[in-house]
């Protein structure tokens, strides 16, 4: 009696392979996730460091075309 309640409780190969299939889906799903996370910060570090050059680019070129309206003698009449 012993025996077959050892044996009824032991997994099998296709017990213990089902189990680590469901176990490892949530798993690599966080990791996935944590990876996704990570990248798309990296990403948005690199666009707000590419916006704020074309920012600065920007105000250089008002910058100088403001000092040349100023110099430079009325073209409309």
Do not use: C, H, W
């Not at 044996?7 to 966080?30: D, K, N, Q, R």
Request: aromatic share 4%; glycine share 8%; net charge positive.
């Amino acid at each position: 009696m012993i025996n077959n309640i050892l044996v009824f409780g032991t997994p099998g190969a296709i017990e213990i392979l089902i189990i680590l299939i469901v176990m490892s889906v949530p798993v690599l799903s966080i990791i996935f996730l944590v990876r996704y996370i990570l990248r798309n910060k990296r990403e948005n570090i690199m666009l707000r460091l590419e916006v704020g050059k074309l920012a600065d680019e920007l105000e250089q070129m008002r910058k100088k075309q403001g000092g040349e309206d100023k110099e430079s003698p009325d073209k409309s009449g």
